[in-house]
């Protein structure tokens, strides 16, 4: 078992060992699963714990009892027992069985890795609607392991991990409690949903051009976000440093606005029942015309966090929008040219507090702005079919030539389908050929 220990500091409420299994399975990419105790550890460290040690166990499958085996968990309590630890947190996620066990064993709390992220959005949530999507999250986490949680409920009286969120009342609940809460929260968040939809709607409608930032937690969206826009919203090196959706108009080079959001950061192994109740925030990404993938360039595993990224996007239904892959950081850079062009699509190579790289970005937008749009001739005296071309896009450029008026209209894709037979013939792609511009 390989041991790494930590300085203990005092004062600190979870004093815990990571613990991480590894099957012959998993064994054969032993670099990701380093990765993933080391990330473990920053996701501990992100909820207030102090690390003892990280234990890694190697074993052919799971146990279906204590999961790491009966030798490893009496080797771990030996561990607790001499570092004064009272958690034991694990990088997998455990069945209410497996906690009650572990529990029974150890005498001490046991979180996994799915409760320790739900911890920490439990944490970050500030506005109503974050609120609601995490304690959705948490009861519904909960429900299938209420058997396993006897330790964690007796505890919560001291706060910690697994007390923030639903609180100790909720989580003290039966099971029919439990389902009519998450009923009640269901409710709720259909009537923000709804809020969000009309809003949406509304951009929509105005022909905005909306554009969404995306990538592993702590690439630098929102630092991104408030250089580009001059917003405010809270920027802190640790992991899901923000949590609620945050949208700014962004001004072009050529004077057009464009809607920019900032969204929540993605991890490997994003609990499932997080991605449900957050889907509402995720459509964010679902409504954009075009998605800016914030990449880490200065971490040797940024390849596979845009991979975590993009398979997370795929779950999403977001895979095929179009996409740049802005690689941040790039003054801490210690990667290749080579490795960057390994990117799908568009990449930029850049640094959030370079005003030279802000400005490659705004342009870059632009061009996507741009050749998304189409040239029509139309008759000055076509008034209806004018208006219909502000009703069925975002009119970018207006020209006279003669008795025709020369519009140049970002069209959305779908209204403009149901327009086509009227609108068709009145397509210039001359005009598009001859570069005119915007």
Same mark, same amino acid.
């Given at each position: ?15 815990? #060992? ?85 529990? +029974? ?7 996994? %890795? ?5 911890? #920490? ?6 506005? %109503?609607? &974050? #609120? ?16 396993? @949680? ?36 269901? @409710? *709720? ?6 809020? %969000? ?12 051009? @909306? ?15 408030? *250089? ?32 920019? /959001? ?18 509402? /925030? ?5 409504? +954009?015309?075009? #998605? ?12 596979? *966090? ?29 990667? /290749?040219? &080579? @490795? ?25 937008? *632009? ?30 450029? /207006? ?24 609108? +068709? ?14």
């Amino acid at each position: 078992m390989k041991q790494t220990t930590h300085h203990v500091i005092p004062h600190i409420l979870e004093r815990a #060992i990571l613990v991480s299994l590894v099957t012959q399975k998993e064994k054969r990419n032993e670099f990701l699963t380093e990765y993933s105790l080391q990330e473990l550890v920053a996701l501990a460290e992100t909820a207030g714990v102090q690390v003892l040690e990280t234990m890694t166990q190697n074993k052919d499958a799971k146990d279906s009892k204590t999961f790491i085996g009966k030798g490893k968990v009496a080797e771990l309590k030996l561990r607790l027992e001499e570092l004064d630890g009272n958690t034991a947190i694990f990088d997998q996620e455990l069945s209410g069985a497996q906690v009650r066990n572990l529990e +029974a064993a150890l005498d001490v709390k046991i979180i996994d %890795r799915t409760q320790l992220i739900l911890d #920490i959005f439990a944490q970050r949530a500030n506005t %109503r609607e &974050g #609120i609601l999507q995490v304690e959705l999250a948490q009861l519904s986490y909960l429900l299938p392991r209420l058997s396993g @949680q006897g330790k964690n409920l007796a505890r919560l009286n001291g706060g910690g991990i697994g007390a923030r969120g639903p609180g100790e009342t909720k989580l003290e609940m039966d099971r029919r409690h439990i389902r009519d809460r998450i009923d009640e929260l269901k @409710q *709720q968040m259909q009537e923000v949903v709804r809020h %969000r939809v009309l809003h949406r709607e509304r951009r929509k409608k105005a022909g905005a051009f @909306q554009v969404a930032l995306v990538g592993y937690t702590n690439a630098g969206k929102s630092t991104i976000l408030n *250089q580009l826009t001059h917003a405010d919203v809270y920027v802190q090196n640790q992991l899901f440093a923000t949590l609620d959706p945050t949208s700014r108009n962004l001004k072009l080079p050529n004077g057009k606005e464009i809607i920019l /959001t900032d969204t929540v950061g993605f991890i490997q192994n994003l609990p499932h029942d997080l991605i449900a109740s957050f889907r509402a /925030t995720l459509e964010e990404v679902l409504e +954009a015309d075009l #998605i800016l993938h914030v990449v880490d360039s200065s971490l040797e595993m940024h390849m596979e *966090q845009m991979n975590i990224v993009n398979a997370v996007l795929k779950e999403l239904g977001a895979r095929d929008k179009e996409q740049i892959t802005l690689f941040n950081k790039s003054d801490l850079c210690v990667t /290749t040219e &080579g @490795q960057m062009d390994a990117a799908e699509g568009e990449f930029l190579r850049i640094s959030a507090f370079n005003e030279a790289d802000l400005e490659l970005i705004k342009l870059a937008i *632009q061009e996507k702005l741009v050749s998304d749009s189409k040239w029509f001739r139309i008759p000055a005296n076509k008034g209806d079919l004018i208006a219909l071309l502000y009703r069925v896009g975002e009119v970018l450029e /207006t020209d006279v030539d003669g008795d025709d008026m020369l519009i140049q209209v970002r069209v959305n894709a779908g209204d403009y389908a149901k327009n086509a037979y009227l609108l +068709a013939t009145y397509e210039d792609n001359g005009q598009v050929e001859e570069g005119a511009t915007v």
